[in-house]
Every structure is written in structure tokens, then in C-alpha cells.
């Protein structure tokens, strides 16, 4: 069965510093990844998707980055967050391949992060 | 542009009870529609969807949605409710092709003893 990670839990960190979140997904092959962003415990913000290694679609223009070094991995970072880049992370993955957008996207657990 | 509303905030019940977390949505096309649950501080948990055929969908945790195309709705629908499902609902739709899934708001639903 398939399985996603994300790293760490938590996370606090001082404004101005870098940041790397990681996500892996075990049990599928050329997934279609997500990360997305929940504000104050409810909306949730597509931040960026990947199709493939090294293909990364930005959805909204931010202080973050997104990158895939490898298939199963989804990697979030910043070079100097802000204090608006709290939030609770989230990684999700689908099938690729599935015609008509019928997939269903699977969440990871998630990240806390608090800028301060 | 395709959009969901979730026009509850929160949903009260009591336990045993029926329950319906409501959602309608708005799309250009046949819409695919999907419901998650959310616990505190865990990442969102995959319900039920609907595609296409049958217009009543069962999901998980005896969980089931009823897909009306003339009433562009989606509610989500349990017949006794648990105070276990306490928990943060999230209604989300996409059309055809590669298109983000769009989500709702949230409804928050509370379960008493």
C-alpha cells in the first residue's frame, strides 16, 4: 500500500532563516505531488505541483520554492521566511496518468510551522 | 472559474442522530467532487467522491454523499453520527484534465454526547 511522509512535525523557526520541508511517498511510481498550505485551521492554498522530476508549476508567487529531486520526493524551502509563512503544510500525492482528472489526492500528516 | 461553498461554519448534532455537512458547487463542465476529513493537527483523510453514475456515493466510515446536478450540491450525509466524527469536513471539486482541486472552506463538526 502506499504511504507519504513528511518531515518534521514541527517546526520553529527564527524569521530571516531558511527552511526545507521534506515529503516521500512510498508504494507508487510517478506520482503527481502537492504541497499545499492551511491557514488559521481551515482553507487550504495549492502552493505548487509536480508531474515529474524537476517539473514544478507554482500556483501562487510567495516566498517559497518547491523542487524534486528524485520521484517520490517534494521538497519546500525558503531562503529567509516570514512571519506570514506560518502555517501547517501539506504534502499530497495522486496517480499520474488517470485520464479526466478522476484521481484522488492523498494527504501526508503535515507540517506545523511557526515563524517567529 | 470553478468554486465550492460550504455555508456552515459549524454543524451541531447529537450523537446517534443523523447528520448532513452541506456543500454546492460552481463549475464550467461535469464536475468530479470529493469529500476529507480533517482531525487536529493530521492531515486530511480521503471520504468519498463522486465521478459519474449512481448519485448517491458511500465512502468510508459509513459516510455516504448524494451528487444533484440541478441543485449544484453535494451533501455529505451520515445516517447516526458518533462523537468520534467530530472533526474538521472538507468539500473540494475539480473538472476534467489536469485543474487543481479546489476546497471548500471547512465545516467543523461537533458531535455531543
Known amino acids: 500500500s502506499q504511504t507519504i511522509h513528511q518531515w518534521p512535525a514541527t517546526l520553529v523557526q527564527p524569521v530571516g532563516s531558511p527552511l526545507s520541508l521534506e515529503c516521500t511517498v512510498e508504494?507508487?511510481?510517478?506520482?503527481?505531488l502537492y504541497w499545499y498550505r492551511q491557514a488559521a485551521g481551515r482553507g487550504l492554498q495549492l502552493l505548487f505541483y509536480?508531474?515529474?522530476?524537476?517539473?514544478i508549476s507554482s500556483e501562487v508567487p510567495q516566498n517559497l520554492s518547491a523542487s524534486r529531486p528524485q520521484d517520490r520526493q517534494f521538497i519546500l524551502s525558503s531562503k529567509k521566511l516570514l512571519l506570514s509563512d506560518s502555517g501547517f503544510y501539506l504534502c499530497?500525492?495522486?496517480?499520474?496518468?488517470?485520464?479526466?482528472?478522476?484521481?484522488?489526492?492523498?494527504f501526508g500528516p503535515g507540517t506545523r510551522l511557526l515563524v517567529l | 472559474a470553478q468554486s465550492v461553498a460550504q455555508p456552515e461554519d459549524q454543524v451541531n448534532v447529537a450523537e446517534g442522530n443523523p447528520l448532513t455537512v452541506k456543500c454546492t458547487y460552481s463549475?464550467?463542465?461535469?464536475?468530479?467532487l470529493f469529500w476529507y476529513v480533517q482531525y487536529p493537527n493530521r492531515g486530511l483523510q480521503f471520504l468519498l467522491k463522486?465521478?459519474?453514475?449512481?448519485?448517491l456515493v458511500k465512502g468510508s466510515y459509513g459516510f455516504e454523499a448524494e451528487f444533484n446536478k440541478s441543485q449544484t450540491s453535494f451533501h455529505l450525509k451520515k445516517p447516526s453520527a458518533l462523537v468520534s466524527d467530530s472533526a474538521l469536513y472538507f468539500c473540494?471539486?475539480?473538472?476534467?484534465?489536469?485543474?487543481?482541486?479546489?476546497f471548500g472552506t471547512g465545516t467543523r463538526l461537533l458531535v455531543s454526547p
Open positions: 509536480s508531474v515529474g522530476i524537476g517539473q
Open positions: 463522486y465521478i459519474t453514475g449512481d448519485n
Open positions: 463549475v464550467s463542465g461535469n464536475p468530479y
Open positions: 473540494a471539486v475539480r473538472v476534467g484534465g489536469f485543474q487543481k482541486l479546489v
Open positions: 508504494g507508487t511510481s510517478n506520482p503527481n
Open positions: 499530497a500525492w495522486s496517480v499520474r496518468g488517470v485520464a479526466g482528472g478522476q484521481e484522488t489526492q492523498y
